[in-house]
């Protein structure tokens, strides 16, 4: 399930907000999010950054298909459970 795990993320376009990265109360499973530019790496609080690019959803995919809850259609990701960082 993942539970206890850390599970890293390098992608972009990551919905951080998504209800993939949700647990059931509410919380976000997503303990930080780094962007990364030509010059730096900065951390970003989950509730002001709710994406990382608005330029596509493939991190949303990718991240959700490795660590996503499941959303209410009965589907879900390899460790649910898991904590997320990107």
Known sequence: T???VVL???DTGID???AAF???DGSSRVKKAYVCTKTSMDEY???MLPTDTNNGSHG???AA???GSETGNGL????????LVH
């Open 76 to 83: 879900q990701g390899v460790a649910p459970e898991a904590d």
């Open 2 to 4: 993942g539970k206890g």
């Open 16 to 18: 951080f907000n998504h």
């Open 8 to 10: 890293g993320i390098i």
């Open 22 to 24: 949700r647990n059931a």
């Open 45 to 47: 609080d989950i509730e």
């Open 60 to 62: 949303t995919h990718t």
């Open 65 to 67: 298909t490795a660590g």
